[in-house]
Each structure stands twice: as structure tokens, then as C-alpha cells.
């Protein structure tokens, strides 16, 4: 499907656990981004990156890890999960670096028991 | 630490009414505001803004940036049921390494019959 895709959708997993949520994007944009969303924090970023091999933290990066081997895909890695991990994951690219949009995509909702 | 404040955190109104949606920031590198509208999904893109006193519309909204009193708003007229959601504004601010959004924690509009 043409746009960016996230995969799992819903994902339940328990404390400790690795998990890796996919993000895909069809566009061949430079930009990708992850961010989770929670109650009473809006979205946060919690790593980009600016191209192929290129990645950086964002403002809650503890306990996440990121690669990004090809340009369409940007996984996120939850290498112990917990709990305070529990969330709703969105990933978004762009074109470029700044003044422009980030397209969003639909979102992975994790549940850490 | 870049700061974006959204207010009123949320509001009920009567299809037909206007309303009016405050976006405030405290960032250091300002680049653009972007203002995005999230159902239950992932968030979609309506405006950004980057020069000041200039009013962006599109059918039923529009908005404004004001860059010397560092805000924003969004303005719906003629609201119709359709128009509830949660409105997100962010700020791109220049950070070492690129671009980077803040968002904030969203105004939650809903519009009644």
C-alpha cells in the first residue's frame, strides 16, 4: 500500500519482554520519525532520523532503540518493556528537514502487562 | 526546554458555533507552527504557519501566527459534527542535527447537534 504503514496495530506484550514495532513509508522520504502519545503529554518524539544509517534521540529516547538500514523502514526496538512503556507508538516521515509537514502513520497501540 | 501550551484543553460546542483555538509557545530556534487535527486515528495535517500576521485558510478554518507575542490560533466557523477531534499544534524549532516538532497536549473540540 502506497503512504506509511505501522505494523503490528495492537500489541500486547508483557514486562521485560522485547518488542519491535515497524514503521514503512512508500514515499522514499528522507525524514522518518517516532513518537509515542500519551494522556496529558500530547505527542513526544522519541528518535529520527535524517536518512538511511542516520539516527538520532529525541526528547524520551530511555529504553528504545532504533536502525535504519534502508530509507522506507524505521523499526523500533522496546528492548525490556515496561509498563511506563504502554502507549500509543505513531510514526511520521517527511520530505525534508524542516518547513514541512510530517505525514503520520495510523498508529500501533502497546499495552506492557 | 521548548514549550508549547494549548489551551482550553477541551470544549463542547452547538453545531453552527464559532470557536476559537489558542496555540502559545516557548521555543528557542523557531522555524514554523503546524497546527494538525487527530480523529481516532493518526494526526492529519491542516496549516503551518511561518510569517507572521498572515492568515492561512481552508474552507471553514483558518489561522494566524503572531511571532512578537509567540502564539497562534485556529479559528472554525460554522462547526458541524465532523469537526470533532482533537486539534494538535506544534512548533518546529532548529535544534543541533536538524528539525525537530513540539507538540502540545491538544485541545479536544466536540461539536454537538
Known amino acids: 500500500d502506497a503512504g506509511i504503514t505501522q505494523s503490528p496495530r495492537y500489541k500486547i506484550t508483557e514486562t521485560g519482554r522485547q518488542v519491535t514495532l515497524m514503521c514503512h513509508q512508500t514515499w522514499s522520504h528522507s525524514y522518518m520519525f517516532w513518537y509515542r502519545q500519551d494522556l496529558g503529554h500530547g505527542l513526544r518524539l522519541i528518535y529520527y532520523s535524517a536518512a538511511a544509517d542516520i539516527t538520532d534521540k529525541g526528547e524520551v529516547p530511555d529504553g528504545y532503540v532504533v536502525s535504519r538500514s534502508k530509507t522506507e523502514n524505521f523499526p523500533l526496538t522496546l528492548e525490556s518493556a515496561t509498563r511506563s512503556q504502554t502507549s500509543v507508538y505513531f510514526c511520521?516521515?517527511?520530505?525534508?528537514?524542516?518547513?514541512?509537514?510530517?505525514?503520520f502513520g495510523p498508529g500501533t497501540r502497546l499495552t506492557v502487562l | 526546554e521548548d514549550k508549547v501550551v494549548q489551551s482550553p484543553l477541551s470544549l463542547v460546542v452547538h453545531e453552527g458555533d464559532t470557536v476559537t483555538l489558542n496555540c502559545s509557545y516557548e521555543?528557542?530556534?523557531?522555524?514554523?507552527l503546524l497546527w494538525y487535527k487527530q480523529e481516532k486515528k493518526a494526526p492529519t495535517f491542516l496549516f503551518m504557519l511561518t510569517s507572521s500576521g498572515i492568515e492561512k485558510k481552508s474552507g471553514r478554518l483558518s489561522s494566524i501566527l503572531d511571532k512578537k507575542e509567540l502564539f497562534s490560533i485556529l479559528n472554525i466557523t460554522a462547526t458541524q459534527t465532523g469537526d470533532s477531534a482533537i486539534y494538535l499544534c506544534?512548533?518546529?524549532?532548529?535544534?543541533?542535527?536538524?528539525?525537530?516538532?513540539?507538540f502540545g497536549t491538544g485541545t479536544q473540540l466536540k461539536v454537538e447537534l
Open positions: 506544534a512548533v518546529e524549532a532548529h535544534k543541533g542535527g536538524g528539525n525537530k516538532l513540539t
Open positions: 521555543v528557542t530556534n523557531f522555524r514554523s
Open positions: 511520521a516521515s517527511s520530505v525534508l528537514a524542516g518547513y514541512n509537514e510530517q505525514f
